[in-house]
C-alpha cells in the first residue's frame, strides 16, 4: 500500500513533464522565426549535447596551449638557465559551462555577504523599535527598486574605487556581485527583524528573569526563535539574486550565464534558439537547486527537526 | 520591631489605553513572612496576574511597591524565580540544557562545572524528571513541562518562588501529582512562594494563607484567610476536617455571593476582552464558569 503510494506520488510529476514535453514538441515547429523554426525539446537536447562537446573541445585546447608552452619553456631553459620564462595563461572563450560556474560563483558571493549583513541588522532592528523606526524608510524606499537600476551607479562606482593593479577580482565580478548584494539586503532584513520582533512574551519574561546578558539573550533566545523566519528571508533573497544576476549579466555584458544568453541572440545563428532554451532550463534547475540547498541547510541548522519545510 | 520578608505597599497599576489609563490594580497591601505559602484567588481579569507580575519585576508598579528584605524590586531577577502557566521552556534546548540556561547564569563563579552538574540533576530529581533529562520539551507531557519549569525555578535558589496558575492548564490527575510535589518541596527547602490561581480546592490544600481579590477594575485585597491545617497535608483526609470546610466556605462566599462576576457585559465594553477572559475562564477553571454561567441564566430569568 505504501510502495504503491510512493509511486504513484512519483510518476505523476514524470507524467506532468511528459505531457508538458508533448505540448512543446508539437507545438514548437509551428512558429518560424527569422532564426528559424523555434527548437522543440529534442533539438534542445541536441543543443545540449553541442555545448558539451563544445565545452570539451576548449578544454583540449587549453591543455595543448599549456603544453606548447611548456615544450617552448624547456627549449629555452636549455640553451640560457637564467632565460625569463612564464606560462600565459589560456584566454579562450568562455564555454557554457564556464558560464555557469562564473554566475554560481557570483550569486553565492553576494548573497553570502548579504546574509552578513543582513541578518545581524535585522537582528538589531528586531530588538530595538527606535532602530527599526530609524531603518524602516530606508528598507521600504529601497526594496522596491529593481537591483538592475543600481547596476549603473554599481559600475561607475566600482571602477572609481576598486583600483589595483593586480586586483583579485575582476570589476566585472565585483560589478555583479554588489548589485546581487544590494537585492539580497532586504528580504532577509525585513524577515529577521519581523521574526526577532516576534519571539513569545514568555520566553521574553524568562530571559528577563535571568538578567541573560544581551549576547546570551541573542545567542539562546533570539537566534533559535528567528531562525524561521531568517530562513524564510534568505530563500526570497537567493530566489530574487539568482534571477536578478542573470539579468544583469544580460544587461552589463559581465561573464555569466546572462551573457551567454545574450551572445547567443546577437549571434542569431540557427543554433541560438536552442542554446538559449538550454540556458533557460539550466537556469531554472540550478535556481531550484540553490532552493533546495538553503531548505536543507535550514534542516541542519534549525532545532525543531519535525518542522514541516517546503 | 520584626523585618518582614516580602511586602506589597499601596501597589497600583494603571494600564495606557485609549481612552487615558486603566487602573487595573489599586493599593494592594500585603505582607509576607518567610517561608510562608500564600495563594492569590480571585475571578479572571481580576489583576492577578499583574500583582505577580510585579513583585516579579516584569511590570513596574504605578504607585506604591515592593519591598524584598528590606530592598525594593525594580527589575526582575533570579531571586524572585516564576513558574510560568504555559512552563515557558526553550523548545531548542533539552529538559538539563533549560534548567543549565538557569544555573549558569546564577551561579557562574560560584559552583564548579562538576558541582553545577550535580546541582542541576539534584532539581530534576526533585520534581522527579531525572528520567528525562535529555528530551526536548515537545517530547514531554504537559505536566512534565511543568515540572521543570518548576526545577528551572527552583534551581535559581530563588527567595521567593512565584508560580502564575502553574497546574491550570494541566488535568486533573496531573494536577493532584503536582502539588503534592509542590507540598513536597516547599516543606523541605522551605521556600516563600506565591502562587496564583482559579482552583479554591488547590488554594485550601497548599496555602498557609489566601488572599482574596476584588474584580477588577481596581481590584484590592479583599479579604484574606488564613488555613490553619497542620502540615503535611492529605489531600483525601483533609477534606473532612471543620477547618477545611471553613476555609473553603469563606472563599467560596467571597468569590460567588459578595464578589460574585456580574455579567461580562457590565465589567468591560470590549468584546475582545470578553471572548479573551472566556477563554482563559474555559481553559483553566471549568468550574468558575459554571457558576458564572449559572449567575447570567438567574439574571436571565
Given at each position: 500500500?505504501?510502495?504503491?503510494?510512493?509511486?504513484?506520488?512519483?510518476?505523476?510529476?514524470?507524467?506532468?513533464?511528459?505531457?508538458?514535453?508533448?505540448?512543446?514538441?508539437?507545438?514548437?515547429?509551428?512558429?518560424?522565426?527569422?532564426?528559424?523554426?523555434?527548437?522543440?525539446?529534442?533539438?534542445?537536447?541536441?543543443?545540449?549535447?553541442?555545448?558539451?562537446?563544445?565545452?570539451?573541445?576548449?578544454?583540449?585546447?587549453?591543455?595543448?596551449?599549456?603544453?606548447?608552452?611548456?615544450?617552448?619553456?624547456?627549449?629555452?631553459?636549455?640553451?640560457?638557465?637564467?632565460?625569463?620564462?612564464?606560462?600565459?595563461?589560456?584566454?579562450?572563450?568562455?564555454?557554457?559551462?564556464?558560464?555557469?560556474?562564473?554566475?554560481?560563483?557570483?550569486?553565492?558571493?553576494?548573497?553570502?555577504?548579504?546574509?552578513?549583513?543582513?541578518?545581524?541588522?535585522?537582528?538589531?532592528?528586531?530588538?530595538?523599535?527606535?532602530?527599526?523606526?530609524?531603518?524602516?524608510?530606508?528598507?521600504?524606499?529601497?526594496?522596491?527598486?529593481?537591483?538592475?537600476?543600481?547596476?549603473?551607479?554599481?559600475?561607475?562606482?566600482?571602477?572609481?574605487?576598486?583600483?589595483?593593479?593586480?586586483?583579485?577580482?575582476?570589476?566585472?565580478?565585483?560589478?555583479?556581485?554588489?548589485?546581487?548584494?544590494?537585492?539580497?539586503?532586504?528580504?532577509?532584513?525585513?524577515?529577521?527583524?519581523?521574526?526577532?520582533?516576534?519571539?513569545?512574551?514568555?520566553?521574553?519574561?524568562?530571559?528577563?528573569?535571568?538578567?541573560?546578558?544581551?549576547?546570551?539573550?541573542?545567542?539562546?533566545?533570539?537566534?533559535?526563535?528567528?531562525?524561521?523566519?531568517?530562513?524564510?528571508?534568505?530563500?526570497?533573497?537567493?530566489?530574487?539574486?539568482?534571477?536578478?544576476?542573470?539579468?544583469?549579466?544580460?544587461?552589463?555584458?559581465?561573464?555569466?550565464?546572462?551573457?551567454?544568453?545574450?551572445?547567443?541572440?546577437?549571434?542569431?545563428?540557427?543554433?541560438?534558439?536552442?542554446?538559449?532554451?538550454?540556458?533557460?532550463?539550466?537556469?531554472?534547475?540550478?535556481?531550484?537547486?540553490?532552493?533546495?540547498?538553503?531548505?536543507?541547510?535550514?534542516?541542519?541548522?534549525?532545532?525543531?527537526?519535525?518542522?514541516?519545510?517546503? | 520591631?520584626?523585618?518582614?520578608?516580602?511586602?506589597?505597599?499601596?501597589?497600583?497599576?494603571?494600564?495606557?489605553?485609549?481612552?487615558?489609563?486603566?487602573?487595573?490594580?489599586?493599593?494592594?497591601?500585603?505582607?509576607?513572612?518567610?517561608?510562608?505559602?500564600?495563594?492569590?484567588?480571585?475571578?479572571?481579569?481580576?489583576?492577578?496576574?499583574?500583582?505577580?507580575n510585579i513583585v516579579a519585576g516584569l511590570y513596574p508598579?504605578?504607585?506604591?511597591?515592593?519591598?524584598?528584605?528590606?530592598?525594593?524590586?525594580?527589575?526582575?531577577?533570579?531571586?524572585?524565580?516564576v513558574v510560568f502557566q504555559n512552563h515557558s521552556l526553550?523548545?531548542?534546548?533539552?529538559?538539563?540544557?533549560?534548567?543549565?540556561?538557569?544555573?549558569?547564569?546564577?551561579?557562574?563563579?560560584?559552583?564548579?562545572?562538576?558541582?553545577?552538574?550535580?546541582?542541576?540533576?539534584?532539581?530534576?530529581?526533585?520534581?522527579?524528571?531525572?528520567?528525562?533529562?535529555?528530551?526536548?520539551?515537545?517530547?514531554?507531557?504537559?505536566?512534565?513541562?511543568?515540572?521543570?519549569?518548576?526545577?528551572?525555578?527552583?534551581?535559581?535558589?530563588?527567595?521567593?518562588?512565584?508560580?502564575?496558575?502553574?497546574?491550570?492548564?494541566?488535568?486533573?490527575?496531573?494536577?493532584?501529582?503536582?502539588?503534592?510535589?509542590?507540598?513536597?518541596?516547599?516543606?523541605?527547602?522551605?521556600?516563600?512562594?506565591?502562587?496564583?490561581?482559579?482552583?479554591?480546592?488547590?488554594?485550601?490544600?497548599?496555602?498557609?494563607?489566601?488572599?482574596?481579590?476584588?474584580?477588577?477594575?481596581?481590584?484590592?485585597?479583599?479579604?484574606?484567610?488564613?488555613?490553619?491545617?497542620?502540615?503535611?497535608?492529605?489531600?483525601?483526609?483533609?477534606?473532612?476536617?471543620?477547618?477545611?470546610?471553613?476555609?473553603?466556605?469563606?472563599?467560596?462566599?467571597?468569590?460567588?455571593?459578595?464578589?460574585?462576576?456580574?455579567?461580562?457585559?457590565?465589567?468591560?465594553?470590549?468584546?475582545?476582552?470578553?471572548?479573551?477572559?472566556?477563554?482563559?475562564?474555559?481553559?483553566?477553571?471549568?468550574?468558575?464558569?459554571?457558576?458564572?454561567?449559572?449567575?447570567?441564566?438567574?439574571?436571565?430569568?
Amino acid at each position: 500500500m505504501q510502495i504503491q503510494q510512493r509511486l504513484t506520488d512519483l510518476t505523476i510529476p514524470f507524467i506532468g513533464i511528459l505531457i508538458f514535453l508533448a505540448i512543446w514538441q508539437v507545438g514548437a515547429p509551428k512558429i518560424v522565426t527569422s532564426l528559424g523554426a523555434v527548437p522543440g525539446p529534442v533539438q534542445v537536447f541536441e543543443q545540449f549535447k553541442g555545448l558539451i562537446s563544445e565545452h570539451n573541445e576548449q578544454r583540449d585546447k587549453e591543455v595543448a596551449f599549456i603544453e606548447r608552452q611548456e615544450v617552448r619553456n624547456a627549449k629555452k631553459l636549455e640553451k640560457d638557465p637564467n632565460a625569463k620564462v612564464r606560462i600565459r595563461p589560456y584566454t579562450g572563450k568562455a564555454t557554457f559551462f564556464d558560464q555557469i560556474l562564473t554566475s554560481i560563483f557570483t550569486v553565492m558571493a553576494g548573497f553570502i555577504i548579504s546574509a552578513f549583513i543582513a541578518i545581524p541588522v535585522g537582528i538589531v532592528a528586531g530588538l530595538s523599535q527606535t532602530v527599526y523606526n530609524a531603518l524602516n524608510p530606508l528598507i521600504q524606499i529601497f526594496k522596491p527598486v529593481s537591483p538592475l537600476a543600481w547596476l549603473p551607479i554599481v559600475t561607475m562606482i566600482v571602477s572609481a574605487v576598486y583600483i589595483s593593479d593586480d586586483p583579485m577580482f575582476d570589476k566585472s565580478f565585483v560589478t555583479s556581485a554588489i548589485t546581487v548584494l544590494l537585492c539580497c539586503l532586504w528580504p532577509t532584513m525585513i524577515n529577521t527583524a519581523v521574526g526577532v520582533a516576534n519571539i513569545s512574551k514568555d520566553l521574553l519574561n524568562v530571559s528577563k528573569i535571568l538578567r541573560l546578558s544581551w549576547w546570551t539573550h541573542v545567542r539562546k533566545i533570539v537566534l533559535p526563535s528567528a531562525i524561521p523566519m531568517i530562513f524564510t528571508g534568505l530563500r526570497l533573497s537567493l530566489g530574487i539574486a539568482w534571477m536578478v544576476l542573470i539579468a544583469a549579466e544580460m544587461l552589463a555584458q559581465n561573464p555569466g550565464l546572462g551573457k551567454f544568453v545574450w551572445d547567443e541572440f546577437q549571434n542569431g545563428s540557427s543554433n541560438s534558439l536552442g542554446r538559449i532554451m538550454v540556458a533557460v532550463i539550466v537556469i531554472g534547475i540550478i535556481g531550484f537547486a540553490l532552493d533546495r540547498g538553503m531548505l536543507m541547510l535550514q534542516k541542519y541548522v534549525s532545532w525543531d527537526k519535525n518542522a514541516a519545510l517546503r | 520591631m520584626t523585618i518582614e520578608h516580602l511586602i506589597l505597599s499601596q501597589v497600583s497599576m494603571d494600564f495606557p489605553t485609549p481612552d487615558g489609563p486603566f487602573r487595573a490594580l489599586d493599593k494592594v497591601n500585603l505582607k509576607i513572612k518567610k517561608g510562608e505559602f500564600v495563594s492569590i484567588i480571585g475571578h479572571s481579569g481580576c489583576g492577578k496576574s499583574t500583582v505577580l507580575n510585579i513583585v516579579a519585576g516584569l511590570y513596574p508598579a504605578t504607585e506604591g511597591g515592593v519591598i524584598l528584605n528590606n530592598k525594593e524590586v525594580n527589575e526582575p531577577g533570579p531571586e524572585r524565580a516564576v513558574v510560568f502557566q504555559n512552563h515557558s521552556l526553550l523548545p531548542w534546548l533539552t529538559s538539563y540544557e533549560n534548567v543549565e540556561l538557569a544555573v549558569k547564569r546564577v551561579f557562574k563563579g560560584k559552583k564548579s562545572k562538576a558541582e553545577m552538574k550535580e546541582w542541576i540533576e539534584h532539581n530534576l530529581q526533585l520534581v522527579h524528571m531525572e528520567h528525562a533529562m535529555n528530551k526536548r520539551p515537545d517530547e514531554l507531557s504537559g505536566g512534565m513541562k511543568q515540572r521543570v519549569g518548576i526545577a528551572r525555578a527552583l534551581s535559581m535558589e530563588p527567595q521567593v518562588l512565584l508560580l502564575d496558575e502553574p497546574f491550570g492548564a494541566l488535568d486533573a490527575l496531573t494536577r493532584a501529582h503536582l502539588q503534592d510535589s509542590v507540598m513536597e518541596i516547599q516543606r523541605d527547602l522551605g521556600n516563600t512562594m506565591i502562587m496564583i490561581t482559579h482552583d479554591v480546592d488547590e488554594a485550601v490544600l497548599l496555602s498557609d494563607r489566601i488572599v482574596m481579590m476584588t474584580n477588577g477594575p481596581a481590584a484590592t485585597v479583599g479579604e484574606i484567610v488564613d488555613v490553619n491545617l497542620p502540615r503535611p497535608r492529605n489531600r483525601v483526609a483533609m477534606t473532612e476536617t471543620a477547618e477545611y470546610i471553613r476555609c473553603r466556605k469563606a472563599v467560596l462566599s467571597f468569590l460567588y455571593e459578595r464578589h460574585g462576576k456580574k455579567q461580562l457585559s457590565d465589567e468591560t465594553d470590549d468584546p475582545s476582552l470578553i471572548e479573551a477572559e472566556n477563554d482563559v475562564a474555559q481553559a483553566s477553571a471549568p468550574a468558575d464558569n459554571l457558576l458564572t454561567l449559572k449567575k447570567s441564566e438567574s439574571a436571565a430569568a
